[in-house]
């Protein structure tokens, strides 16, 4: 493991890189895991002779998302300029992206995941998008949801930040697949084996294609929703309100402002 990396573990074997989140028990995604991602991110440019990138978590979590304490308004504008860069390298770079997901995928954990080109999940994994439950909304999700399951069925999800299992995840069209947990890797394996076969700048080349359209209304779309985040919803008492409520472990006061 890179020394730099305690939040993260980073390993290699061309053409594919294995991205790892590491920090139990449920892999939250504070500043200092961004940090270390966008790191690994600028490793893998130096690396010419990767192409595929593999995210995964613990058999508990892939990620229960998004630290909350760095929600608080004193952290709130770089954590969303640091996580975003980190979805937005993602969408953009010239790898194809697998996430693997076994476990809890939530918040910015299932933003993170929902991004990437394939992703493999085990049927008992545990989706969803709790961030309205604080007084907040997720960003990436509010930005590209609706383009991978449909608007009716993204404002069901946001909205009401109910959770659903991986088998629901792959009926939504969520995720490429849904397996067993115990055949998830072999799965992965499996997928890689397909590309390996395959030229990678073809691989490249087409996704970049397949993404010409939607990365321009994704740039567009995110610094919007960003901007209603810092400048309007950070404004409310109520988004306030259900961040202290989650820390101090109490039912949220909703005043409706």
């Known amino acids: 493991m890179n020394p730099q990396f305690h939040r993260t573990s980073l390993a290699l074997s061309p053409p594919v890189a294995r991205v790892t989140l590491t920090n139990p028990p449920l892999n939250v995604i504070d500043l200092q895991m961004m940090d270390e991602l966008a790191a690994a991110f600028e490793e893998l440019t130096q690396q010419p002779e990767i192409s595929i990138v593999v995210f995964a978590g613990s058999d508990r979590a892939f990620s229960a998302g998004v630290d909350v304490a760095a929600h608080t308004p004193e952290h709130i504008a770089e954590m969303l300029s640091k996580f975003h860069a980190v979805i937005k390298q993602i969408v953009t770079w010239n790898r194809i992206s697998v996430a693997e997901v076994r476990g809890q995928c ?40 609706a383009s991978l399951v449909g608007q009716k069925c993204a404002m069901n999800l946001i909205l009401t930040g109910r959770t659903f299992d991986g088998r629901e995840a792959h009926s939504l069209r969520l995720v490429t697949s849904a397996v067993p947990p115990h055949e998830a890797a072999a799965k992965i ?19 970049k294609a397949i993404y010409a359209w939607d990365s321009m ?37 909703w005043e409706g402002k």
């Open 106 to 145: 939530l918040g910015g954990g299932a933003e993170l995941a929902m991004v990437c080109d394939f992703v493999i999940t085990a049927e008992d994994s545990t989706w969803g998008f709790p961030e309205i439950k604080l007084g907040c909304f997720p960003p990436v999700a509010a930005t590209a949801l």
């Open 189 to 207: 394996e499996e997928l890689i084996s397909c590309l390996k076969t395959l030229s990678p700048a073809a691989l490249a080349l087409t996704r």
């Open 217 to 253: 209304h994704f740039d567009k779309g995110l610094a919007r929703a960003e901007k209603i985040y810092l400048e309007e919803l950070m404004k409310s008492s109520d988004a306030h309100e259900g961040i202290r409520a989650f820390l101090e472990k109490r039912p949220p006061r």
